[in-house]
């Protein structure tokens, strides 16, 4: 169920049959030469309405933007700082929390998210610990790849060339969601060089000069991302079904 297409009624309504509620959470940022922009918000996105159709949890838009400034070297590439995402996702839990959602779930398709997402929990939680009090919802970050068996599914589908970023396992989910994502350039090297820490926008361009860290897109296809999106939507809905009870 898609909060974008409800109505208020209809959302008044789902809150006496559930309080739960889930978040995509992805980042606009380049993905290599092959890879779009949107990489990030396809890959929660397209799982989680996948899932929805399984269970008929209510998800929300996703937030479209996220801390991406190791990127802005390349162009189309946004970012927020870590103080506005946090900022960000208070008022979203704030909101949901008005209206009576008690588990509210972000999935979050950018690695560089993490940690900022992770204190955007504490500053929530904080809020009311540090009053004494105790707060009326419970919040969880997760990962799509890291629902349980789905990175031991992207090592097993793709044993040499993943890498860390503009990896085959997001290219295909993005190929499998929309076929205007497909690129068939073949980049070079082959395989990304991989290792350098990331640090600022000026550092990644010169350590992953086209972008990608690690990664051989050319293995990702539309078959493997139908694969990636159906088993992770079912481990999605499993953790979903434990987090709402
Ligand atoms: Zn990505």
Known sequence: ??????????????????KTVVVPVGSTEQHGPTGVMGTDIICPEIIA??????????ITP???????????????????????????VQDVVASLSHHGFQRIY??????????TLEAAMA????????????????????????????????????????????????????????????????????IAPFGHDYGDACSFRAAYPDGRAGADPTLATKALGEQLVHQS????VRELQAFSA
């Open 49 to 58: 309405k996948t899932a929805t159709e399984i269970d008929p949890f209510l």
């Open 233 to 236: 939507a079912q481990a999605l």
């Open 62 to 88: 996703p937030l479209p933007f996220g801390q991406a400034q190791h990127h802005l070297d390349f162009a189309g590439t946004i970012a927020l700082r870590p103080s506005t995402l946090i900022a960000t």
């Open 106 to 115: 972000f999935f979050n398709g950018h690695g560089g998210n993490t940690a």
């Open 123 to 190: 500053e929530c939680y904080g809020a009311f610990s540090l009053r004494g009090e105790a707060c009326p919802y419970r919040l969880k970050v997760r990962n799509w790849w890291e629902l349980p068996g789905i990175f031991e599914l992207c090592k097993r589908l793709f044993p040499r060339g993943h890498g860390g970023h503009g990896a085959p396992s997001e290219l295909s989910v993005t190929h499998y969601a929309y076929d205007e994502a497909m690129r068939r350039d073949k980049p070079e090297p082959k």
């Open 1 to 18: 169920m898609r909060l974008d297409l409800m109505t208020w009624p209809e959302v008044e309504a789902y809150l006496k049959t559930s």
